[in-house]
């Protein structure tokens, strides 16, 4: 495998407090974006992250991955999930994908923050009966083309190059359906691998309902308060599943000229579009839209209302009036906004648990989340002295024409990590957040850590160690594509042993005491849910003391 230009592996481990400064702390940069925010817009990295989206939930994006694919080192797996919060027995509906949007995963391969390369997909609906019965299976379905599945969902996929010429490359593939429950679906891992459908140049696809990757503790906000501490250490998000779009695909079909050898960097975000459709921010002048509209990017009638690249930026760094528009903002007008960039360079968090917890805050300006947050890691890019993710590393890039811009970097160039940690680059695991995002890296106590310290001491912070107890999913990722976990099927206010066989068991769940929100665009807002896991490990400390 080819390593990552220029980039001394065993310094930048020494020193990986500062490639994690970036992407950590601009998560939690948007902290005093508190006052007047309506409690419950949203919950947990990109779910439900700004008002308008939050009404929305076939059109919002919840998290987005890139990793080079562990089996098959010469692809890239990407993931993008929509329809956060899927109760598992919300029928007689369930949760399919809207028929009326384009879910797009994007690729900047040179820099200039407009996509190089743009993976499609649309949905179309077919019933068997529609007028004669309300459910979802008439019967037991142990394949997709049963007669007893009434609902399926069927979807185009296109590729659109960089010369904008788009390439269809799959027509009426198959979806995988809601998982029913046992009755319905004895077998709904058969009904997965039928779902999952072979591209003609190479590489797979695959759309479908799974357990929601994501993993936190949300009660962090009751803790901070004064909660049994005791408590910490749960998983908000077990019992919920998710919608995804999966895709793998040869690194060249990514890499600028397809060749991933020399030019080794790709910029990866999701986007969601609806025809018609209008986001506004009603801030006025000044919004990141560049138009007093604040409206969206047009192609012909459709218009981007959801976007998403790193985990939890709209919610904890744009401010909350600036939350719609950045959804619809496209990421080579990132580096304009500039209240979003006052934030990045001097967050609140670290200053609020200093004042309440003793931990000396990180001095501004932080110049060094400004690199990470808008052009990668790259000793030409800003005070970060190391080169791993930045297209400026990448040999064919025009300097000139790179733009500043917000986007999950991956180097595709460093080889998939034989024993991953879950805390990536921090803990000197080069194939891990933030070079890309797998499904297993724990971005809250990355982010945890780089925001109080260690990513300027190249230490973990002893006493945020604990971070929010959650260190991994409450269901093992799969070896093989599309990775993540079969959907679950008991309702999430039930205990695993009331779980009905057949798929993968659901477990206690839900928001407890009503569910304090991550995002920004929340009661608490931005980076309190990252610096409240700390605050466990804090009291925790005391009290022993």
Not at 83 to 104: K, L, Q, S, T, V
């Amino acid at each position: 495998m080819l390593r990552p230009p220029s980039l001394n592996l065993s310094s930048l481990a020494r020193r990986s407090e500062k490639p994690m400064a970036g992407l950590g702390v601009l998560a939690l940069a948007a902290a005093g974006a508190l006052a007047g925010l309506a409690p419950g817009v949203g919950h947990a990295s990109s779910h439900r992250e700004a008002p308008l989206i939050a009404g929305d939930p076939r059109a919002d994006n919840t998290d987005v991955y890139a990793f080079v694919s562990p089996d098959k080192p010469d692809t890239v797996t990407l993931v993008a999930n929509w329809i956060p919060f899927e109760e598992p027995n919300g029928g007689p509906n369930f949760y399919p994908f809207a028929d009326d949007a384009r879910y797009n995963i994007k690729i900047d391969s040179d820099g200039d923050g407009k996509p190089d390369t743009t993976y499609t997909w649309t949905f179309a609906n077919h019933y068997r009966d529609d007028a004669n019965q309300f459910l979802y299976n008439t019967g037991v379905v142990k394949s997709l083309d049963d007669a007893t599945l009434n609902f399926r969902q069927t979807y185009t996929l296109t590729a659109t190059g960089p010369d904008g010429k788009c390439k269809v490359l799959l027509k009426d593939a198959p979806v995988a359906p809601s998982n029913v429950g046992k009755a319905s679906m004895p077998d709904y891992g058969s009904l997965r691998k039928q779902a999952v459908t072979d591209l003609p140049d190479g590489g797979q696809s695959f759309a479908g309902q799974a357990d929601d990757p994501f993993f936190l503790d949300l009660r962090v906000f009751d803790l901070l308060y004064g909660g049994n501490l005791k408590e910490s250490g749960h998983d908000t998000l077990t019992g919920y599943n998710v919608n995804t779009i999966a895709l793998q695909v040869p690194k060249k079909a990514l890499a600028l000229k397809g060749d991933a050898e020399h030019n080794p960097v790709i910029g990866v975000w999701s986007t969601t579009d609806r025809k018609g459709a209008v986001v506004s921010d009603k801030g006025g002048e000044g919004k990141p839209g560049g138009d007093k509209g604040g409206e969206g990017k047009a192609e012909g009638d459709w218009r981007q209302v959801s976007r998403l690249g790193n985990p939890l930026v709209n919610e904890v760094v744009v401010p909350v009036k600036y939350k719609d528009a950045f959804n619809a903002l496209t990421p080579d007008k990132d580096h304009t906004v500039t209240p979003v960039v006052d934030k990045v360079k001097d967050p609140i968090v670290p200053k609020l648990v200093q004042s309440i917890y003793g931990i000396p805050a990180p001095a501004a300006p932080r110049n060094d989340l400004v690199e990470i947050f808008l052009t990668g890691i790259c000793k030409a890019c800003g005070p970060v002295q190391a080169d791993l993710n930045s297209q400026l590393l990448n040999k064919d890039v025009k300097k000139d024409a790179f733009v500043p811009s917000e986007e999950l970097r991956l180097n595709m160039g460093v080889a998939p990590a034989a024993a991953p940690n879950r805390l990536g680059v921090l803990a000197g695991d080069l194939a891990g957040f933030p070079n890309g995002r797998r499904l297993a890296d724990d971005v809250v106590d990355i982010t945890l850590q780089a925001a109080e310290g260690a990513a300027q001491t190249g230490t973990l912070v002893p006493a945020l160690a604990a971070g929010d107890g959650v260190n991994a999913n409450d269901h093992a990722f799969g070896h093989h594509f599309p990775y993540v976990a079969l959907p679950n099927t008991a309702a999430v206010n039930q205990a695993v042993s009331d779980n009905p066989g057949g798929s993968v068991e659901a477990g206690f769940g839900g928001l407890a005491g009503g569910g304090f929100p991550v995002s920004g665009a929340a009661a608490m807002a931005g980076g309190v849910l990252l610096s409240a896991a700390g605050v466990m490990a804090l009291r925790r400390r005391s009290a022993r003391s």
